[in-house]
């Protein structure tokens, strides 16, 4: 299917390139990223076909579980008229019977894309550098790109824009999540609060790096132990859960002492502005109805964690809008990095 010459698709050409993290990318790719995502879900919403990438296929490749990430794929991919293959470890030879060297070979033979979730950042790099066509980082231990491109949609959506935009990120800041969204703030303009224990403040290497970034973008980056402070003035309060995947289960008891006061709760929300949303990459413990909140619930005596149930369920929440702009960004970025690409 042809793409319409005003489309906000043909106003920049990034075909062949991956996203393996958001570094690599300047704000006018962001923006473009963005404005792209914005044209599809409008066209989503009122049933226009957008079957650009019909005749090419893409491959996601899990090592770790997901709900959101595979699910926003595959749709989107779908949408786009492409044909999807999902595989993990256990239905696969990857790692197990086959190098990841090899497996990429085989893949790139095959497949227009790579979609990779796992542990190492370097996996995503090899991966991109052995297959020979686009990879896209669906999650590592280090950064969650896709992610952030949604969350920096829900925020223009729910605020207006993206510029001077104070932005609090609360919890474990030196994971995935809170160096992405550090970078993604750097790069459009938000002011980036860490707050967050000491010990959890991304590593000062990438601290570094964003602020330089973010002088450039006219934005601050802010670490800070002081949930007061923290909070105060926020246009956005940010959490995520306390223990990551791929972390062993003996670091519940310690994260919990050192978190529980960076919960997201009423009086956080209370202390940002009064217009502030509350966002969460999800999934999140809020109540003890999973397996896990259960657990450490019996072992720890919490019912919720990183956000309280109230503040999950308020109107300030925008966390299921966020949810579904995982799709709509991840559509974005297949149709803006595949549409000229041909291997
Ligand atoms: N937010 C996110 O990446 O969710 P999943 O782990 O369900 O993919
Ligand atoms: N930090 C979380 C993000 C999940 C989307 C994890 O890595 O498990």
Known sequence: MKINENSAICRMDLSGRSLIKLLDFTPEEIRYFL??????????????????????????????????????????GMDLGMGVTFLDSNSSQMGKKESLADTARVLGRMYDGIEY???????????????????????????????????????????????????????DARNNMGNSLMVGCAKMGLNFTACAPKDLFPAEELVMQCRKIAAENGCTITLTEDVNEGTKNADVLYTDIWVSMGEPDEVWGH???????????????????????????LPSFHDTNTTIGQEICTKFGISEMEVTDEVFESSQSVVFDEAENRMHTIKAVLVALLRNFHK
């Not at 050192?258 to 940002?272: G, I, P």
Request: aromatic letters at 8%; glycine letters at 6%; charged letters at 25%.
């Open 35 to 76: 404005d792209v995502s914005h044209e599809l879900k409008a066209d989503k919403k009122a049933s226009v076909p957008h079957r650009y990438l019909e005749g090419k296929n893409l491959v996601l490749l899990f090592e770790k579980t997901s709900t959101r990430t595979r699910c926003a794929f595959e749709v989107a």
């Open 117 to 171: 979730r796992g542990f190492k950042q370097q996996t995503v790099i090899d991966l991109a550098r052995f297959s020979g066509v686009p990879v896209f980082n669906g999650l590592t231990d280090q950064f969650h790109p896709t992610q952030i491109l949604a969350d920096l949609l829900t925020i223009e959506e729910k605020l207006g824009h993206l510029k001077g935009v104070n932005f609090t990120y609360m919890g």
């Open 255 to 281: 994260r919990i002492e050192e978190l529980k006061k960076y919960q997201v709760n009423s009086k956080a929300m209370n202390n940002a502005k009064p217009t502030a949303i509350f966002m969460h990459c």
